[in-house]
C-alpha cells in the first residue's frame, strides 16, 4: 500500500490545518492588516508546507526506495534515515532564514 493511502487521514488533517492557516492569511490581506502580520502568517503557511513536504519526502524514501524488505539496520535504512533527517534540517533552515527568490 502506497504510503499516502496508508497515512491518508494523518496527511488530511495537516493539510486542513494549512487550509486554516491559508484561510487567516486571506483575511488579513482582506482586512489590510499591518505588513508585519500578514509576513507572520506567510511563515506560518510556510512552515506548515515544509512540515507536510518533509512528511511526504520521508513516507516516499521509506515506502518507494527502501521497500518493507530492507531491514531498520542495514546501510541502505541508515543511508535513508540520514536523508531523511537532511531533508528535515533543510526545511527548518528554509523557514528559519528565508527561501532565497523562486524557490
Do not use: W
Request: contains cysteine; neutral net charge.
Amino acid at each position: 500500500m502506497a504510503h499516502t493511502r496508508r497515512d491518508k487521514d494523518k496527511l488530511l488533517k495537516r493539510v486542513n490545518r494549512i487550509r486554516g492557516q491559508v484561510d487567516a492569511l486571506h483575511k488579513a490581506l482582506e482586512e489590510e492588516q499591518e505588513c508585519s502580520s500578514v509576513l507572520q502568517l506567510l511563515a506560518s503557511c510556510r512552515g506548515a508546507f515544509n512540515g507536510l513536504m518533509a512528511e511526504i519526502v520521508e513516507g516516499h524514501v521509506r515506502c518507494h526506495v527502501l521497500g518493507e524488505e530492507v531491514k531498520a539496520t542495514s546501510p541502505k535504512a541508515q543511508a535513508a534515515d540520514e536523508l531523511i533527517e537532511l531533508n528535515q534540517e533543510l526545511s527548518e533552515v528554509v523557514v528559519r532564514k528565508g527561501a532565497p527568490y523562486g524557490i
